[in-house]
């Protein structure tokens, strides 16, 4: 779906969901595919009629270039005329008029004082060498002068803080940064379970290509995580339904006796609608899981076993399919440049005006996001490069780090390093993020 379509139906969201009917459109859709037999069952498990309008908004999203011109004629079709004729006038203004609809545009009118600068105060203040009636000099006193003389910064004055080396000798050590009620404990051993979905072959109908160079990366994480004290499952080539059930099965285990849980996830990924987390991966059926779907299977009403427990994300995929040339700073790295290292991007395909139908699952409110950290190998909407002989730059460099930090450095501060590091790679650029619900620090068991 173009940028005019999705703006579109942001735009008449509200109304849509407010008066959509949506039982009388599943035959419809159906029958013009815009939707899967699975893909209606999700919608309709959603929830009230309303949650299920919202879904299905959601959805339509990312159908397809035509997927707005075919949801008006299930909406004539059914019956739902108003709606229709508001989304098809609405589409003919805008493809007349490209700026009639730009709600991301609007730039905020800055208002504040115009010229307004306080004026010193004055204060008339004595000459002691003239003390005679009427022989006052008026003195235009700082705000030093004007604090009581306990207060002045010369007389009360804290002592700086000693900064933190944070150089090649990493913290410090563990025991600098550890508090009890600041850290999270990791003493069990296994610490906890580590799921790897490693999708590397794909359909060829979903249009996606093979991902050489993804069992490089299946394989460091699998040795790094087992170093790290985990139970480690790798899970291949599964369908986007193979993969929830996959989740699923995790977070129905009993977690009670362990302290953390981990799920990294190696696949081709794309921009999604959300709430909380942004972006979506695919099975291998061509069908997006939304990460915010995939974070809810293990909050604390489905599993509760892990309440307060640190979970972790590692998502090596797409957030989309612009590319980021980057801009120019005084050293480059060469790295990625070289003959046979061309990289390849974990994107949605793209072919001249054609779009894959690619939609996401449903997107569900997290209500106590706590204790959750997502770490995406690639800011949201951008792709996210891989090497066909040395595996991803991020799955790669994170690591390379863990090798070398985890055992004196907490989880965010190896991130920032692998933040770091990624963004200088390559002619094309990628930044890692992460969004970060942790309470405490987190320190893996390294020894």
Known sequence: MDEADRQLLRRCRLRL??????????????????????????????????????????????????????????????????????????????????EAIRPLDLEPAVVGPMGLKPEKPRVMKPDP??????????????????????????????????????????????????????????DADPCGHCLIINNVNFCPASELGTRTGSNIDCEKMRRRFCQLHFHVTVRGDLTAKEMLQ???????????????????????GCQASHLQFPGAVYGTDGCPVSVERIVNIFNGTSCPSLGGKPKLFFIQACGGEQKDHGFEVACMSPDDEGPGSSPEADAVPFQGDLEPLDQPDAVSSLPTPSDILVSYSTFPGFVSWRNTERGSWYIETLDSILEHWASSEDLQYLLLRVANAVSEKGIYKQIPGCFNFLRKKLFFKTK
């Not at 009360?156 to 803080?161: F, I, N, Q, V």
């Not at 996959?246 to 696949?267: F, G, K, N, P, Y």
């Open 17 to 98: 969901v407010g008066d959509l009917q949506v039982t009388p459109l599943w035959d419809a859709l159906l029958k013009r595919e815009l939707f899967t037999p699975d893909m209606i069952d999700d919608i309709q498990q959603a929830g009230s009629r309303r949650d299920q309008a919202r879904q299905l908004i959601t959805d339509l999203e990312t159908r397809g270039r035509q997927a707005l011109p075919l949801f008006i004629c299930c909406l004539e079709e059914t019956g739902q005329d108003t709606l229709a004729s508001l989304l098809r006038t609405s589409r003919q203004v805008t493809k007349r008029d490209p």
């Open 129 to 186: 060498s003239n003390l005679a009636p009427g022989n006052v000099t008026p003195v235009v006193l700082g705000p030093e002068e004007l604090l009581p003389a306990q207060l002045r910064p010369e007389v009360l004055r804290p002592e700086a803080p000693r900064p933190v080396d944070i150089g090649s000798e990493g913290l410090g050590g563990q025991e600098k940064l550890r508090s009890a009620h600041l850290v999270y404990v990791l």
């Open 246 to 268: 996959a989740l699923a099965e995790l977070a129905r285990q009993d977690h009670q006796a362990l302290d953390c849980c981990v799920v990294i996830i190696l696949s081709h």
